[in-house]
Each structure stands twice: as structure tokens, then as C-alpha cells.
């Protein structure tokens, strides 16, 4: 694997590609292999950029300042996942500089909380911690927690996923057989190793508004009883105990697809986070609301809201990113 | 529960620690007797109550039957009969009798129909009734003297590595090994994890891959080319094999650690010469069962050969319908008794052994391919459908996987070579270590993480 990885340091416009999302042996050796001066970006699907082509992410947009930036953005990277993630994998991104981004959609319903047995449809299952009593979502029995352990403890089961991913995709190799039934199976493990999404693929560039999206009305969970929130301040803990200089932006929300009651809530909830990030002392920047037209969905701008977003945050000193 | 999944590792390592603290003492028994049931209750504990029953009535039936006259046993052994096959045939087949009856009826006109039951199979009914059947009819022909202690007894009966997929092992060749301290010593625990690991590389890795295509083309076969239909036979004729086989090896891997050996079910089946010899290699232990227990005493070859062939068709046609209650099951044990029949009827013909072996493998093969189809089809309809497709060379869509090709070509040649002068080499300990690497290596970097159920479970 170190030898695929020579020479695919993360560069201004790079963002892993969509099928390496649950490698995460990958991600640590991708944490670890960009330059010592470049500021880390960790984040979900908002700071990944669904919407928005390569040079059109929050963080290419931030590359315009003196700092360089990376996009280690991972599609559905909730909290309590990103903790894990950085539990498990994060020792490469010791005493770098990281900027969070903190998308408040996980504090939207008490889904989120991870309670609910029969929630299966959770992102990034394997990162949810194991013994952890209060997450019963996406797997609660015994035999799940304890496949949870061995995947986050052992190497091994990394690496098997990173060589599935590399090689075959979502699919396993039985299935890439079948897929490709004329093609030798063996020949993707021997290419090289491609991590990056591939530039020049179309996005969908249509606002929340021609997607036809209703308002919403969500159910807000306070920090103080959010459990994503919990494991985000845990996050902050975890870096800055291990030398990080962190700072936090706040992303956007699309306010405009709230349902009265739900915005009311919503600027109810947002001084609450503001008052949290100020008692740990960290630079944090709230980011401004951004016109209907900027977003594709809840959470997700489109490549002018990044552009947008991007100005607000290397005009504020609080961010060093100059 | 399944070999294959976390929860049978704990109750093994639960299982194998007890019995290791046990084997000395006369507790043995009843410990494995307890993880036998719990292994059992898994699936469904109104399980439980069913074996115990016939376990309880054929231990009794045997105990009845020490010193007593031939009528009197006679008379015993009957009560088993009805119990067991009652039993099974009840579960198993009163709705195939049901819906049959339905269709005669219906076929003269009469507005008449019998109400079609929905039971729900228990796990392994085929293989635990056969067993205890085996014990009560050796106990009546004074073969083996019945068996005084209730739980050793009940132990062989369920004994979990072999209760719910067989080998269907001999009271002769089990209890004695349960009236003694079992050996455990390096050597099982070298011979029973390789043959656990590759029972596990048979079923996950190749199995189930296997599976993948032989699903989507007999999802809808009447879409289907020649070249896809032909392969999915093949694919099915090895998906059954390395199903069952590696089943039975996990059976036998896991027993072997115990201390306790289970007979070779399965002895490279696609080899065989002839459909006698497949007979001999494949379920070897059913095979026998139906030659012990009902070709010998329908007389066997005992009365000429025109009784024999009907012996030996009787039996083919009862051993289909052993393994599922419809008319496919029937329509391939038929097949197999005809080619039986023939062989008797050419079989010592000169021009027979002038065929070279390969050649007979090789047709042996075709011929039990081409019958697997009964096996999987989901119905005699649609078996004869698809021969049909295949020998009126239909041009398909579907671009036959090379790497599916090339496993089943591999798997074909791996049991020819077990069967010549090259199995030497493969017994060599260097040989043995790379292959138990290498199915490994594979389990660990590729094998999907959830594993299909048996195909032999339905039975």
C-alpha cells in the first residue's frame, strides 16, 4: 500500500474519490502524506462538495489565500463517525493545522442521536464506537459491536476494504466478476492506485427549488442532548490534545427551506453552538446565511455559495488562513 | 446456527472447552448432549421437542427389542418406522402428497380438494430421522446390541457437528466413540482446523460465488442463451458439490477437534467413471444408507437381474424424493436410475473398458450436470425447458464470466488429479500449508463478509 501511495499527496483541488469514503486505512495514510505547512480540512459531503466540480469545493475556493488547503472531506461523515475516524486514524494528522467544518443538519432530528435499533440505514457503520450503549443504530447486537472492535483494532480488515475499494469498487470480487466478465480480476489489484475523484464529471447543478424540495420542519436537538454534538466536542478534545491547531466554521444551513417554526428554532440553536465554540477557545466563524439560490438541498451549497462562503472566511482574521 | 457466523465460533470455543474439561469424566456425554440442543434450538426451540420424541421412542424401541424374538422385534421396529417416517413425512410431504392429490382430482373433473398444510420443516429432519432409524434397524438384525444409556444415546442422535447436514453416521461407527475418552491432541487440532478452513473456503469462496450466477440465470431462464444456461448448470453442478461438501468438511473439522471422526462424505464425486462409482463418491453416506436399508432388504441382486433393476430404481427414485418433495426431486433420482440401469444392462460389455477414463469422467460428468438441472429448476416444466434451450443452441445476451469458467475448470481438474498419481504430491505437507494459505488469504482479503445458507438445510 505505501508503495501505490508514492506521490498522491493530497494537492489544492484533490478530494477522495466517492468509493474509498469507508477506507479509512487509506484516509490515514492520505492524512499523513501531505506537506506539514498545508491546512487539513475534515468535514462530511458539505465540505467533499456534491454539487461543485474539483475547483469548485469550499477548500479550493480557500487555496486562493497564502495557506494551502487540502479537502479530506468524507461523503456522510457524521460526528460520531469523525470522532472515530480520528480515534482510530488520525495519528498521521498529529500538530497540524485542521479546519473543521461543522454542518448543524446532524443536530436536525433525534435520528441523529443514534438510538434507534432499527435504524439501519446509518453512515459509516463500521466508525460507530462499539461500546458506546447509548448508539443502538445500525447494528446494536453483540455481533456488531464486537465486528466494530476487530474492524477499528485490526489492520487487517482495513487493508481488505482498501484493496476491495481500490480494486473492485463497491462490488466484491465475486461480483466484479460478473460485472466484467471478460476482464482478468487480478488487473486492477496491479494498477496503480487512483484516490482522487476523477476530475470533469458532471454534477447536478439544479437548486433545492427546481428539485422540488418541500419545507421542512425538523425536530432540533440542543447540544446538550445531541449526541453527534457530544462526540464533536470530543473530536475538538482529541486534537487539540494531540497538537492540532484547530479552528471550527459552521456552514450555512439553507434557512430558506425551513418551515417558520423550524428557523425560529434554528436561530434559537445557533447562539447555543456559538456559546460552546467561545468556551473552548477555539477560532470559529459562524458562517453567514447564503441566498436561496446558492444551495442544492438543506445543507448543501452550490458552487457560487462555496465561492461565497470561501470570501466570508478569508476576509475573517479569526480563521488563519493568511 | 451456521459454521460460518460469530455466533457459532462462541458457542465452539463455549462447546470445545467444556468438552476438553469433560471428556475424562461421565459428564461427557450430557455436555454434549446440552450444546448439541442448544445448537439445535437455535434455529427454532419447538425443534427441540421433536427430536427428543423420536429419540426418546427409538431409544426405547431398542431397549424393547434386547433378547426378544424376531415377531416381537418385528413388531418394535415397526413403531420406529411410523414414528420416523411419519414424521418425516408429515413435514416433508404431506404438502407435496396435498397438492398432488389436488392436481389428480382436478384432472378427472371431480370439484373436490384436500386442505394443503404450510408446516414449517424442521432444520435437519432428513438427516437426524435416518440416523435413528439406522440404530433401530441394526438393534433389530442383531447387528449392534441396543444402546442401555438414554443421553449417549440422545448424544448420537444430535451430535451438533453432524446433526442438521449429515454424514449420516452409523450407531456401529459413533457410539463406540462416545463410550470412550475422546483423544484431543496436537494432531486433531492440525487435521480438524485445515479441514474446517476449507469447508469454509468451499462454501464462501466458492459456493456462494458460484451461486451468483447460477441465481440470475435461473431467475429467468426463458431469457437465456444457450452458452448462459449450459454454464449455469455447471456452475450449479459445483455450486452443490462445494456446498454440501464444504459443509460436511466444516462438520468433520469441527468433530475432528473434538476427538471424534466422521465419515468422508464426499469423494470427488466429478471424477466417477461410471454412475455406480459417482454413487459411491457422492453423499456417501446417504448412498449407503439407501444400499443397507432398503436395496438389500428389497432383495438386492439376490433374486436376478430383472429384480435388481428394479431394486436399484425403486431405491434411485426414493433417494430423490429423500431430497425434496417434488416432482423434480423424482424426475433426477429417475435419471440416475436409469443411467444405473444401463449400466448394468452395457456395463460388462468389452467395449466399455476400451474407453479411455478421461472420456468417461468426462461424460459422467456431462450426465450428472445435465440432471442437477431437475435439481435447481423450479420445476419439471422448466428443467425440460431449459435442456431444451440448451441443445437448440439459442444465441444469448449474457457474456459467460471467464473467471466462473476458469474455477469450475480448476475445481474439475482438482478432483481428477485427487484421483490420479498426482494426489501424491498433493499430500505432500508443503502442498497441504500453500493450499491452506492461500484459502486463507483469500478468506480474509475477499470473501464477502455474509455467507448464503445450505442448500442442504432445505432437506
Not at chain 1, 492524512?31 to 466540480?53: E, K
Not at chain 1, 440505514?121 to 443502538?136: E, K, M
Not at chain 1, 439544479?206 to 449526541?227: E, F, G, K, M
Not at chain 2, 445435465?370 to 439459442?394: D, K, P
Request: charged fraction near 15%.
Amino acid at each position: 500500500m505505501n508503495s501505490d501511495l508514492r506521490g498522491v499527496a493530497p494537492g489544492p483541488e484533490t478530494r477522495l474519490a466517492k468509493r474509498f469514503s469507508d477506507d479509512y486505512l487509506l484516509f490515514e495514510k492520505l492524512l499523513g502524506s501531505g506537506s506539514a505547512n498545508q491546512t487539513v480540512m475534515l468535514g462530511d459531503s458539505v465540505l467533499w462538495g456534491i454539487y461543485a466540480d474539483d475547483a469548485s469545493t469550499l477548500p479550493a475556493k480557500l487555496n486562493a489565500g497564502s495557506r494551502p488547503v487540502v479537502n479530506l472531506g468524507v461523503d456522510g461523515l457524521h460526528p460520531v463517525a469523525m470522532y472515530t475516524l480520528i480515534v482510530k486514524h488520525g495519528a498521521t494528522l498529529r500538530n497540524r493545522r485542521v479546519l473543521l467544518l461543522s454542518n448543524p443538519l446532524w443536530l436536525s432530528g433525534p435520528r441523529h442521536n443514534l438510538g434507534d435499533p432499527q435504524d439501519a440505514a446509518v453512515n459509516h457503520p463500521g466508525l460507530l464506537p462499539p461500546f458506546d450503549l447509548r448508539i443502538r443504530a445500525g447494528g446494536s447486537g453483540w455481533k456488531a459491536r464486537i465486528g466494530r472492535w476487530i474492524a477499528n483494532s485490526w489492520e487487517f480488515v482495513g487493508l481488505r476494504t482498501h484493496i476491495r475499494r481500490k480494486a473492485y469498487g463497491d462490488s466484491t470480487l465475486s461480483e466484479w466478476t460478473l460485472k466484467h466478465p471478460a476482464e482478468n480480476p487480478l488487473s486492477p489489484l496491479l494498477a496503480p492506485l487512483q484516490p482522487w475523484e476523477e476530475p470533469g464529471q458532471r454534477r447536478d447543478l439544479r437548486t433545492w427549488t427546481r428539485r422540488r424540495i418541500s419545507l421542512q420542519d425538523w425536530d432540533w436537538q440542543a447540544p446538550a442532548r445531541s449526541l453527534q454534538w457530544e462526540y464533536f466536542e470530543k473530536t475538538l478534545s482529541l486534537l487539540q490534545a494531540q497538537g492540532n491547531r484547530v479552528a471550527v466554521l459552521v456552514s450555512p444551513l439553507n434557512v430558506h427551506m425551513m418551515t417558520e417554526t423550524t428557523k425560529a428554532k434554528y436561530r434559537e440553536l445557533q447562539p447555543q453552538i456559538e456559546a460552546r465554540l467561545k468556551a473552548r477557545g477555539l477560532p470559529y466563524l459562524l458562517l453567514k446565511d447564503l441566498p436561496s439560490e446558492a444551495y442544492a438541498d438543506a445543507s448543501h451549497p452550490l458552487p457560487a455559495g462555496y465561492a461565497t462562503l470561501a470570501a466570508e472566511i478569508l476576509a475573517n482574521p479569526a480563521i488563519p488562513l493568511e | 446456527m451456521l459454521f460460518h457466523t460469530w455466533e457459532f465460533a462462541v458457542f465452539f470455543a463455549i462447546a470445545f472447552g467444556g468438552h476438553l474439561l469433560l471428556k475424562r469424566t461421565r459428564f461427557m456425554n450430557h455436555w454434549l448432549l446440552a450444546c448439541s440442543y442448544v445448537f439445535y434450538g437455535w434455529w427454532n426451540w419447538l425443534f427441540l421437542g421433536l427430536i427428543l420424541f423420536t429419540t426418546s421412542i427409538d431409544y426405547a424401541v431398542a431397549r424393547g427389542m434386547a433378547g426378544k424374538s424376531l415377531s416381537i422385534r418385528r413388531w418394535l421396529l415397526s413403531i420406529s418406522l411410523v414414528t420416523n417416517l411419519g414424521l418425516l413425512g408429515f413435514f416433508k410431504y404431506s404438502k407435496f402428497f396435498a397438492e398432488t392429490l389436488n392436481q389428480l382430482v382436478a384432472f378427472t373433473g371431480i370439484h373436490l380438494s384436500v386442505p394443503v398444510p404450510h408446516l414449517l420443516l424442521p432444520v435437519g429432519i432428513s438427516f437426524f430421522t435416518f440416523q435413528s432409524l439406522s440404530y433401530t434397524i441394526d438393534v433389530y438384525r442383531e447387528w449392534i446390541p441396543a444402546e442401555r444409556n438414554f443421553i449417549k444415546f440422545a448424544a448420537f442422535v444430535a451430535l451438533f457437528p453432524q446433526l442438521v447436514a449429515g454424514p449420516i453416521v452409523r450407531a456401529s461407527h459413533l457410539l463406540p466413540q462416545l463410550a470412550s475418552e475422546p483423544r484431543i491432541g496436537k494432531q486433531n487440532i492440525l487435521d480438524g482446523i485445515p479441514l474446517f478452513v476449507a469447508g469454509l473456503f468451499k462454501k464462501v469462496a466458492l459456493a456462494d460465488y458460484l451461486a451468483l450466477y447460477v441465481d440470475r440465470v435461473f431467475a429467468s431462464p426463458e431469457n437465456q442463451g444457450s452458452v448462459a444456461l449450459l454454464c449455469a448448470a455447471w456452475a450449479f453442478t459445483f455450486q452443490i458439490y462445494f456446498d454440501f461438501s464444504g459443509y460436511t468438511d466444516m462438520a468433520r473439522g469441527v468433530a475432528r477437534m473434538m476427538g471424534f471422526d466422521l465419515i468422508l462424505n464426499f469423494n470427488n464425486p466429478y471424477a466417477a467413471v461410471s454412475p455406480r462409482d459417482f454413487w459411491q463418491r457422492w453423499h456417501i453416506s446417504l448412498s449407503q444408507w439407501f444400499r443397507d436399508y432398503v436395496y438389500v432388504p428389497l432383495g438386492g441382486n439376490r433374486f436376478g437381474k430383472g429384480r435388481a433393476y428394479f431394486n436399484v430404481i425403486l431405491t434411485m427414485l426414493l433417494s430423490g424424493l429423500w431430497h425434496g418433495a417434488a416432482w423434480t426431486f423424482l424426475v433426477w433420482g429417475g435419471l440416475h436410475a436409469a443411467a444405473r440401469a444401463i449400466q448394468g444392462l452395457c456395463g460388462d460389455a468389452p467395449f466399455f473398458d476400451r474407453i479411455p477414463r478421461i472420456v468417461k469422467q468426462l461424460l459422467m460428468a456431462h450426465f450428472a450436470c445435465l440432471c442437477w438441472i431437475f435439481f435447481r429448476a423450479g420445476s419439471v416444466h422448466e428443467a425440460t425447458m431449459i435442456l431444451q434451450r440448451i441443445f437448440s443452441r439459442i444465441p444469448g445476451q449474457e457474456t459467460v464470466p471467464v473467471a466462473l469458467v476458469c474455477v469450475m475448470t480448476i475445481a474439475w481438474l482438482w478432483q481428477l488429479a485427487s484421483t490420479s498419481r498426482v494426489r501424491s504430491i498433493m499430500e505432500q505437507p508443503w502442498y497441504r500449508g500453500a493450499a491452506l494459505g492461500s484459502m486463507v488469504l483469500y478468506l480474509v482479503l475477499f470473501a464477502s463478509s455474509t455467507g448464503g445458507q445450505f442448500i442442504y438445510f432445505q432437506f
